[in-house]
C-alpha cells in the first residue's frame, strides 16, 4: 500500500472529521441516564458545567443554552435590544451571529473586517455608529480573537454594549486572557464541530449580575419564579446530558487546542514558501485555529471553486467560509445598502479553510498538507 492510498484509507467517506469522545463521555451521559433526572430543571449537571465553565473563562457568571444562536439572542434580549435598534456586526461571519439581531426585530449593520485577522474592523465600526446603534457584536474568527481594547473604548465612548461572539474560540487568549470576561457578555457555541463539544448547546458568561439574572430567566420563559413570569422569554435549556458531555469536554480543552495548534502549524509549514496569505497570530492574541484559513492569489479568484474542488477530489476536506458577504443572502434583502465592505468582498472570493480538528491526527495533517501543496503549486505556477 502507498503513502497515499494508506492516507486515503484512513479518512473518513464524507472527510468529515468529528468530534473526539472516549470512555469518559460515555460514563458521565450513562450516569445521568440511570440517574433518571436528564432536565436542568431536575438534576444540578447543568449548573456544575456552568460553575466549571466560568472558573476555566474567569468570568463570575455562566448562564448555558441549548446553541451558541440562543446565547446571542438571549443576551440581546436581556439589554432590551429590540425594534428601531441597530447592533454593528462583521459582515463576513456565519449568520449565527446575525440572525438574533435579527429575531429581536432590531437591525444588523454591516462593517467591513481587518485584512489579516478577517475580525471585525474597529475603524469602519467607528464609521457606522449611529444615534439607533444599541450594541457592537465582534466576532472571534476561526479561534482568533478580535482586537478587543479599542473596540470596548469606542462602544464605552458611545455608550453602547459589547457583545462577543467567541463561538469559534474556546480557551483562545487576548493579551494573556482567556476570551469570557472581557465583554459585557461573551456567547460561546458548543455545536459538534467546536474546539469542544456538547453536540448542540451554547454559554454566555459576563462578570454583570444583573444581567446573568436576566439571561437565566429568558432561557426558561422568563419566569423568575414558579408561576411569575417577569418578561417574554423562551425554552432555551440545556439538557444535563448535554452538560454531562460538556464537563468532561471542558477538561480535555487545552489538549483538543493544543492539537488544533499544531495541525495549523503543520499547514503552514508545508505551505510557506508559496504565494499565498498565510493565518499569522496578532501579538495581542493567542489563537485556537477552529480553522485554518489561507487566501489564493487575486487572479485566482475566478478559479477557487475549482481549486477547492481539486482538493475534494484528492480527498482533502477543503472547504470555504464563508463564501460571500454576509449581507448578500437574500434575507438581507430588505436593507438598504451600498454596504461599502470593500476588505468583506475580496476575502470571501479568496479565501479556503482547511480542517484542525482535534480528530485530526498528526501523519493525516501532514498528508493533508503535502497534497494541499500539490494542488495549490500547479495552480500558481
Known amino acids: 500500500m502507498t503513502k497515499e492510498s494508506q492516507f486515503f484509507s484512513e479518512m473518513p467517506d464524507d472527510l468529515y472529521f468529528g468530534p473526539v469522545f472516549d470512555e469518559e463521555e460515555v460514563e458521565a451521559v450513562s450516569q445521568v441516564i440511570r440517574s433518571l433526572r436528564i432536565t436542568q430543571l431536575t438534576s444540578n449537571v447543568v449548573e456544575e458545567f456552568e460553575e466549571a465553565f466560568a472558573g476555566y473563562v474567569g468570568a463570575q457568571e455562566a448562564i448555558a443554552v441549548n446553541s451558541g444562536t440562543a446565547s446571542l ?13 441597530e447592533v454593528i456586526v462583521p459582515a463576513f461571519t456565519f449568520i449565527g451571529t446575525v440572525g438574533p439581531v435579527m429575531q429581536q426585530q432590531a437591525t444588523p449593520v454591516f462593517a467591513d473586517i481587518d485584512p489579516k485577522t478577517f475580525c471585525l474592523s474597529v475603524e469602519d465600526v467607528a464609521r457606522k455608529i449611529t444615534p439607533k446603534t444599541k450594541a457592537i457584536m465582534p466576532v472571534d474568527l476561526f479561534g482568533h480573537p478580535a482586537d478587543l481594547d479599542p473596540i470596548q473604548e469606542l462602544a ?6 459589547m457583545i462577543e461572539d467567541a463561538c469559534q474560540s474556546h480557551g483562545a487568549k487576548y493579551k494573556d486572557v482567556r476570551l469570557g470576561s472581557l465583554a459585557r457578555a461573551t456567547c460561546f457555541s458548543f455545536q459538534e464541530t467546536k474546539n469542544m463539544t456538547t453536540g448542540e448547546g451554547g454559554m454566555i ?5 444583573e444581567l446573568a439574572a436576566a439571561c437565566r430567566q429568558i432561557r426558561h420563559q422568563g419566569e423568575e419564579s414558579w408561576g411569575v413570569i417577569r418578561r417574554v422569554g423562551y425554552n432555551y435549556r440545556m439538557t444535563a446530558l448535554q452538560a454531562a458531555i460538556g464537563k468532561v469536554q471542558l477538561r480535555k480543552l487545552d489538549s483538543f487546542n493544543d492539537i488544533r495548534r499544531q495541525n495549523a502549524a503543520i499547514y503552514t509549514e508545508m505551505l510557506s514558501d508559496l504565494k499565498l496569505q498565510l493565518p499569522e497570530e ?5 489563537s485556537v485555529f477552529h480553522v ?4 489564493i492569489p487575486t487572479r485566482l479568484t475566478d478559479r477557487r471553486d475549482e481549486i477547492v474542488d481539486a482538493l475534494l477530489k484528492k480527498r482533502v476536506p ?9 449581507y448578500t443572502s437574500p434575507v438581507f434583502e430588505h436593507l438598504t445598502g451600498p454596504f461599502d465592505c470593500p476588505v468583506t468582498e475580496d ?3 479568496r479565501v479556503i479553510t482547511l480542517p484542525t480538528a482535534q480528530s485530526i491526527s498528526e501523519p493525516i ?13 500547479s495552480y500558481l505556477a
Open 365 to 377: 495533517a501532514e498528508r493533508i498538507g503535502v497534497i494541499t501543496y500539490d494542488v495549490l503549486k
Open 205 to 209: 458568561t459576563t462578570d454583570d449580575p
Open 282 to 286: 496578532e501579538p495581542y492574541a493567542w
Open 292 to 295: 485554518y484559513s489561507l487566501l
Open 156 to 161: 464605552d465612548s458611545h455608550g453602547l454594549a
Open 347 to 349: 476575502i470571501s472570493s
Open 318 to 326: 477543503a472547504a470555504v467560509a464563508y463564501p460571500s458577504p454576509l
Open 73 to 85: 439572542q438571549t443576551v440581546l434580549a436581556a439589554l432590551g435590544i429590540g425594534p428601531g435598534d
